[in-house]
Nanobody, 126 residues
């Protein structure tokens, strides 16, 4: 019923910017909560940012606050992750995830999400 397609990942230099996109295919896009996660080799999956489809409220991991911004374009059924001031430690596979409902306090927990994209690779070099 729902599938997600991420794009925009590439190699960039530290301090640069990048915007990731996630197109959401499925019924009632606006009713879904959406989030970005990332995972680097040998490290645990980390919740990066989440957005509530109806109101657009966002939450961010402490590690990206002030640098990353999540937004949505409902006309295009697309959510974005604008990544500024990139650091080498931001290098990871980035995944988009969605579910019909996620509690606000759990928005950055990956096990709360039912639908996942295939990921897009971000590599930040110094």
């Amino acid at each position: 019923q729902v599938h997600l397609v991420e794009s925009g990942g590439r190699s960039v230099q530290a301090g640069g910017s990048l915007r990731l996109s996630c197109v959401v295919y499925g019924y009632s896009y606006s009713s879904y909560c959406l989030a970005w996660f990332r995972q680097a080799p040998g490290k645990e999956r980390e919740g990066v940012a989440g957005i509530f489809g109806f109101g657009g409220t966002t939450d961010y991991a402490d590690s990206v606050k002030g640098r990353f911004t999540m937004s949505r374009d409902n006309a295009k059924n697309t959510v974005y992750l604008q990544m500024n001031s990139l650091k080498p430690e931001d290098s990871a596979m980035y995944y988009c995830a969605a579910d019909d409902f996620v509690e606000r306090r759990l928005v950055l927990r990956g096990d709360e999400y039912k639908y996942w994209g295939q990921g897009t690779q971000v590599t930040v070099s110094s």
